[in-house]
């Protein structure tokens, strides 16, 4: 029980460097659709729903699948002399490897579509309308 807490004790000391990656590769609103004021208008509501995506969902959806993945492998071996739990957890660890390599590989086409195009996959399209 003590080694546990030692060993709690030490990944909660460490957790912050984990989010050092978000924080040096941290988007800001006005990269991303342009210096657009504060107006209820069909391009801002656009603009916001592209930054909550860009900047929680999807950051979001790969901590999870992450986590799914690093469950898989901490339950995997807490039960090394239980056959059916392994192969229970063999498949967290198999559809949390698959769900990250879809995520990147979606995210991956979509910046080689937009090079083929020749569009900035990081700022939306200004909207013409009257």
């Known amino acids: ?10 990944s909660l000391k460490t957790l912050p460097l984990a ?3 978000l924080i040096a590769f941290a988007q800001t609103g ?7 004021k504060y107006s209820k208008s069909l391009q801002w509501y656009l603009c916001e729903v592209y930054k909550i995506i860009g900047q929680y969902l999807i950051p979001l959806l790969m901590l999870a699948a992450t986590g799914f993945f690093i469950y898989g492998i901490v339950m995997f071996i807490k039960n090394a002399n239980n056959e059916t739990k392994r192969t229970e957890y063999k498949n ?5 490897i698959v769900a990250l390599f879809v995520m ?4 991956g086409i979509v910046a080689i579509l937009g090079q083929i195009v020749g569009t900035d996959t990081s700022v939306i399209p200004q909207i013409r309308y009257k």
């Open 1 to 10: 029980m003590i080694k546990t807490k030692n060993i709690l004790k030490k």
């Open 19 to 21: 989010f050092l990656p």
């Open 30 to 36: 006005s990269t991303l659709c342009g210096p657009i």
């Open 92 to 96: 967290y660890m198999t559809w949390g």
């Open 104 to 107: 990147v590989s979606v995210w």
